[in-house]
């Protein structure tokens, strides 16, 4: 429930009208009512094999989840508000940092992360047109297409198989003389090696961007994935840790850094106010900056060239709804692959995934590369699972460098690309979200086993 504030705050962010007592008492009624519907409309809980989709990733959502965005629709909360605001100090908290800025997406959230270290306000320390950044071949497109976006070359390294990450070594070998970034996922939840990364990226006056998008909740050597980078981002698409249904964030312990941050996402303002606020700066109509005329409303200066990236109070009410959820998703998830891991320990044709060492990653998926020797494809396999409703996925876009989107585009290439290739034409993953229970995992292990050693 929210507070009395939150409650009558518009879609201005300015407070409404207190609510009467039968308001109140309708709103209640109403709440109850929705808490019943989902109670009414849940899935059956007994599970079909065969009939049962198990699911790849998905949200688990519940009553209190349904209730919250009823909630937030009921007050008209439309704009980022009060939910917003409360969600970013909260995750920032819970991820032990000391900023957050949510956005429409985990890919705005990347493009504004890069986009921060080219911004002129950094003074002769930003990024430039033609500068480098290291990035990873296998992986998802919005971790390298802030790159491209922003005039700069990325360069491609390798990853290890089993683990699905780069290492320190690569990183090292592939910086040049214009190489001033580093941005790099953290793979299906597999932490790589942040401290190592960070480490060189200090030593050698690079930036680095730590793309967590599946990996909240995970930990390097006992510290919270996203802590490590200048910047780190997060998505909330229902594949994700936890949802808003579309949605992102910017963290990161740089005060400097996070104002450019919410600069950027709000139309590139230089006034900090928060929606509906007026003044903060108790000099609103003193500012001379630019061309403009002295006393110029501060609130319509742009010191950037900026987006518009904000996310909606009604996404934020079901962030809140979810973040008390996280631990418990991340212990289900590392459940759920053990329980996979186990299971299928010893199946012939297939290497398995490993953690880093040292990390207790909270993991995204459970990704399998099929030996080069194996008497059955990648798409043979594949098909066999997905006749029988279990879901799967290639490791998103493989080797990035065979994509139509980046060919001819400047690039460059640290290495051979031979595991990035691997992985393009033979790895695929199954789910271990917390919808998935340890019914449906035997249900899987058991298919992948029996099609593994030719029992059909």
Same mark, same amino acid.
């Given at each position: 429930m929210?507070?009395?504030?939150?409650?009558?705050?518009?879609?201005?962010?300015?407070?409404?009208? @207190?609510?009467?007592?039968?308001a109140a008492s309708t709103k209640a009624a109403v709440l109850e009512l929705v808490r019943r519907y989902d109670r009414q409309t849940a899935p059956p809980p007994e599970f079909r094999p065969g009939i049962t989709p198990v699911l790849p990733s998905g949200a688990v959502l519940d009553e209190e989840d349904r209730a919250a965005l009823v909630e937030a629709a009921l007050e008209m909360r439309i704009a980022a508000g009060v939910s917003s605001r409360k969600f970013e100090r909260l995750f920032a908290r819970a991820l032990h940092l000391r900023k957050a800025h949510l956005t429409n997406s985990g890919s705005s959230a990347n493009l504004l992360a890069l986009g921060a270290l080219c911004s002129p306000l950094l003074e002769g320390e930003q990024l430039q047109p033609g500068d480098e950044v290291i990035t990873v071949a296998a992986g998802f497109p919005t971790t390298v297409n802030p790159i491209v976006q922003n005039g700069m070359t990325p360069v491609f390294v390798d990853i290890e198989l089993?683990?699905?990450?780069?290492?320190?070594?690569r990183v090292e070998a592939a910086i040049g003389p214009r190489t001033r970034a580093?941005?790099?996922?953290?793979?299906?939840?597999?932490?790589?090696? @942040?401290?190592?990364?960070a480490q060189l990226a200090a030593e050698r006056g690079l930036y680095l961007v730590e793309d967590n998008c599946d990996a909240v909740g995970s930990r390097y050597r006992g510290r919270l994935t996203g802590g490590f980078g200048d910047l780190s981002t997060v998505s909330f698409y229902p594949a994700h840790h936890i949802t808003t249904g579309e949605g992102g964030c910017?963290?990161?312990?740089?005060?400097?850094?996070?104002?450019?941050v919410e600069s950027l996402r709000d139309w590139g303002r230089?006034?900090?106010?928060?929606?509906?606020?007026?003044?903060?700066?108790?000099?609103?109509?003193?500012?001379?900056?630019?061309d403009l005329p002295r006393g110029y409303d501060h609130k319509y200066i742009f010191s950037q060239v900026g987006y518009n990236l904000k996310t909606t109070d009604l996404q934020a009410a079901l962030a809140l709804s979810q973040l008390p959820k996280l631990d418990a998703f991340g212990k289900a998830r590392q459940h759920n692959w053990q329980r996979m891991r186990d299971g299928l320990d010893g199946v012939p044709h297939l290497l398995l995934p490993t953690a880093t060492p040292d990390s207790e990653p909270s993991w995204f998926g459970f990704a399998m590369t099929i030996a080069a020797d194996a008497p059955f494809t990648r798409p043979e396999i594949i098909r066999h699972l997905e006749d029988r409703r279990i879901g799967t996925r290639l490791l998103f876009a493989g080797n990035l460098t065979r994509h139509p989107a980046y060919l001819g585009r400047p690039n460059r290439i640290s290495g051979e690309l031979t595991n990035s290739d691997v992985v393009t034409e033979r790895t695929f993953w199954v789910g271990v979200y917390p919808g998935i229970t340890d019914e449906m995992t035997d249900y899987v292990v058991d298919t992948i086993r029996r099609f593994a050693t030719g029992v059909r």
């Amino acid at each position: 429930m929210t507070t009395t504030d939150e409650a009558t705050q518009n879609e201005t962010g300015q407070p409404g009208p @207190a609510p009467t007592a039968d308001a109140a008492s309708t709103k209640a009624a109403v709440l109850e009512l929705v808490r019943r519907y989902d109670r009414q409309t849940a899935p059956p809980p007994e599970f079909r094999p065969g009939i049962t989709p198990v699911l790849p990733s998905g949200a688990v959502l519940d009553e209190e989840d349904r209730a919250a965005l009823v909630e937030a629709a009921l007050e008209m909360r439309i704009a980022a508000g009060v939910s917003s605001r409360k969600f970013e100090r909260l995750f920032a908290r819970a991820l032990h940092l000391r900023k957050a800025h949510l956005t429409n997406s985990g890919s705005s959230a990347n493009l504004l992360a890069l986009g921060a270290l080219c911004s002129p306000l950094l003074e002769g320390e930003q990024l430039q047109p033609g500068d480098e950044v290291i990035t990873v071949a296998a992986g998802f497109p919005t971790t390298v297409n802030p790159i491209v976006q922003n005039g700069m070359t990325p360069v491609f390294v390798d990853i290890e198989l089993g683990t699905y990450n780069t290492t320190p070594e690569r990183v090292e070998a592939a910086i040049g003389p214009r190489t001033r970034a580093i941005m790099i996922a953290h793979a299906l939840g597999n932490p790589y090696q @942040a401290e190592e990364i960070a480490q060189l990226a200090a030593e050698r006056g690079l930036y680095l961007v730590e793309d967590n998008c599946d990996a909240v909740g995970s930990r390097y050597r006992g510290r919270l994935t996203g802590g490590f980078g200048d910047l780190s981002t997060v998505s909330f698409y229902p594949a994700h840790h936890i949802t808003t249904g579309e949605g992102g964030c910017v963290l990161t312990d740089n005060l400097a850094l996070a104002r450019i941050v919410e600069s950027l996402r709000d139309w590139g303002r230089d006034c900090w106010c928060e929606p509906g606020e007026n003044d903060t700066c108790h000099k609103r109509f003193a500012y001379q900056m630019g061309d403009l005329p002295r006393g110029y409303d501060h609130k319509y200066i742009f010191s950037q060239v900026g987006y518009n990236l904000k996310t909606t109070d009604l996404q934020a009410a079901l962030a809140l709804s979810q973040l008390p959820k996280l631990d418990a998703f991340g212990k289900a998830r590392q459940h759920n692959w053990q329980r996979m891991r186990d299971g299928l320990d010893g199946v012939p044709h297939l290497l398995l995934p490993t953690a880093t060492p040292d990390s207790e990653p909270s993991w995204f998926g459970f990704a399998m590369t099929i030996a080069a020797d194996a008497p059955f494809t990648r798409p043979e396999i594949i098909r066999h699972l997905e006749d029988r409703r279990i879901g799967t996925r290639l490791l998103f876009a493989g080797n990035l460098t065979r994509h139509p989107a980046y060919l001819g585009r400047p690039n460059r290439i640290s290495g051979e690309l031979t595991n990035s290739d691997v992985v393009t034409e033979r790895t695929f993953w199954v789910g271990v979200y917390p919808g998935i229970t340890d019914e449906m995992t035997d249900y899987v292990v058991d298919t992948i086993r029996r099609f593994a050693t030719g029992v059909r």
